[in-house]
């Protein structure tokens, strides 16, 4: 097969040159093509059969060991000047990043199959959606882009009339560490990836694309590309507000974004249009519409359960790839948190031994289809995208940050997502629960500068007087004893609630410094057992914690020197005046 895009043919050739493939397969997108690249990985042990009575169509993958997670320190941004890609990436010319990646590239491909997928992010008839064709010789990333992406040839269709797309190269190379290199050309919209074959570093329309180079773009472009879930929350009356939601990886973004109201709230539903990106660009009306990118979840497995988020269960019992989950007696995928089966092989496939760890890894993953979700919002697939009422962001704070409070105005709101920090997690490698700057969530996924990121953030309020509500959530305050103070999951939705009765002018709040509160009884706790006392303590402003948090936050941004927005060095003045480098970086 071959396309009429002449640049693409050409970019196929001179791949095949440097990575000389045996085969090359055009993906065409099809039921069939997915069952047969299934089959031949179940020949060659790269996929087992999981239960096919209680989980149809579902499949194991096990990664090699050390390729369980994003290699942050292994991506880079390469950009003609180092101020381009910014502090917050790693950098490197663009003609060095080609030469040291292409060295690693060259013949990587002798005797695989190199896969041809062409992708739409997006639904394929919006005007925001954007294509790319990713080569690569990995058929776990041929099957798994199957789902996350509309692939094939709708999109090659699209392609060739649009006339462009991001060039992602990936391999799997030997898969070690010391060969990795997931490189970003922002510039030359392309990417290049090899020695990893998990997710973030190998399904190049997720992160890579509709992250890192859609961030980029979205900047020139006058739009925002997000690392944000988006649901509709409906109320009794039938009336839906839409939410975007930015919270760093594995911090509940798809448990939210699949919320099901407690008893509590009958008649209240939530739909979800996306678990993980948004891109949002302003309608006519000044409202920001957001589409999801992606067609599928590729959702943290370990706690997903009844009780966190039923729905997910329901969307795994069939089609679904799991990657370095554990499996139980009869063959079914099992993961801590579960509430039935018990392990009897880990995800090395060894008989489990609670001595050698989890019998699923942390960041075992689940993929699958975004329409098998009992709560997949049709809205999904509008072209316009839905347009959202509030924007939240968070992270996993133990201590200090309130339950929720709305910003004081977009700059303070800039302010608050750049203030973004939150405990590390096993989505990427490295140390587990240490506190991190991670502004709007995107320190591994913003493709340039964040000084500049921030600039456009600011740069929406002079573009429209209908920007949406802006709020901080923190799910996860702990008490002395290390509890976790407020139940989460299905009960957020009193927070959401909330929100959206902000958004109506309708909830009470109480101004504060560092914005607005919930006033006391504004959010409902009946049928919930959390004691006034309790709700108090997360909702109050503790003056000398926010100095010294304000103060770690100013640290932090006077990294970005110069080209540091002057508006969030004054925002934050509005709220305390603060002495940078007073206290240790976090
Ligand atoms: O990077 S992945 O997309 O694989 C998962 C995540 O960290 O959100
Ligand atoms: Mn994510």
Request: negative net charge.
């Amino acid at each position: 097969m071959s396309t009429t895009n002449q640049e693409l043919n050409n970019w196929i050739e001179e791949v095949k040159e440097l990575t000389q493939p045996d085969r090359i397969h055009w993906c065409d997108g099809s039921k069939e093509e997915y069952r047969r690249i299934v089959q031949e990985m179940l020949k060659s042990k790269q996929l087992y059969e999981l239960n096919q009575e209680t989980h149809p169509n579902c499949y194991l993958h096990r990664s090699d060991p050390n390729d369980v997670a994003r290699t942050e320190h292994l991506t880079y941004v390469c950009t003609s000047k180092s101020e381009t890609a910014g502090p917050n990436n790693n950098w490197m010319s663009p003609s060095e990043g080609h030469e040291k990646v292409d060295k690693l590239f060259a013949g990587c491909m002798k005797g695989r199959t190199m896969y041809v997928i062409p992708y739409c992010m997006g639904p394929v008839e919006s005007p925001y959606s954007r294509c790319g064709v990713e080569l690569t010789d990995s058929p776990y990333v041929a099957i798994n882009m199957h789902i996350m992406t509309r692939m094939g040839n709708q999109a090659l269709k699209r392609i060739e009339s649009e006339k462009t797309f991001v060039k992602g190269l990936h391999s799997t190379g030997d898969l070690s560490i010391e060969n990795r290199l997931i490189m970003h050309f922002p510039e030359e919209l392309s990417i290049k990836s090899i020695g990893s074959g998990y997710g973030g570093n190998a399904l190049l329309g997720k992160k890579c694309h509709a992250l890192r180079i859609a961030s980029y773009q979205a900047k020139t472009e006058g739009w925002l590309a997000e690392h944000m879930l988006i649901l509709g929350l409906q109320s009794p009356e039938g009336e839906t507000h839409y939410v975007a939601a930015a919270f760093p990886s594995q911090c509940g973004k798809t448990n939210l974004a699949m919320l099901i109201p407690p008893e509590t709230y009958k008649g209240w539903k939530v739909w979800t249009v996306g678990d993980d990106i948004a891109w949002m660009h302003l309608g006519e009306d000044g409202r920001l519409f957001a589409i999801n990118p992606e067609a599928g979840y590729f959702g943290v497995a370990p706690g997903t359960s009844e009780k966190t988020n039923p729905n997910a269960l329901a969307m795994l019992q069939q089609d679904a790839i799991f990657t370095n989950v554990a499996v139980t007696e009869d063959n079914q995928p099992w993961w801590e948190g579960l509430d039935e089966g018990t392990p009897k092989t880990d995800w090395q496939g060894r008989p489990f031994d609670p001595s050698q760890g989890k019998a699923a890894q942390p960041n075992s993953r689940f993929t699958v289809s975004a329409k098998h979700c009992p709560s997949y919002s049709p809205e999904a697939e509008n072209p316009k995208g839905v347009p959202i009422s509030a924007i939240i962001f968070g992270g996993r704070r133990p201590s200090l940050i309130p339950l929720v409070y709305e910003t004081k105005s977009w700059e303070h709101s800039v302010l608050v997502g750049a203030s973004v920090a939150s405990e590390t997690t096993a989505a990427a490698t490295g140390k587990v629960g240490v506190l991190r700057h991670d502004p709007m969530a995107m320190k591994p996924f913003c493709g340039y500068n964040f000084a500049e990121y921030w600039q456009h953030w600011l740069s929406f309020s002079s573009k429209s007087k209908n920007l949406p509500k802006v709020f901080h959530v923190n799910w996860f305050r702990q008490d002395e004893k290390g509890e976790f103070m407020w139940p989460g999951f299905g009960e957020n939705i009193r927070v959401l609630e909330w929100i959206i009765g902000r958004v109506k002018g309708q909830a009470e709040a109480i101004p504060t410094p560092i914005g607005y509160l919930p006033a006391r009884g504004a959010i409902s706790t009946n049928g919930l057992d959390v004691s006034n006392e309790t709700m108090d303590e997360l909702c109050k402003v503790d003056e000398q914690g926010w100095i010294g948090e304000a103060s770690k936050v100013r640290t932090y941004l006077e990294t970005f020197g110069t080209q540091l927005p002057q508006e969030l060095r004054d925002e934050q003045d509005k709220i305390i005046k603060v002495t940078p480098n007073k206290c240790p970086t976090h």
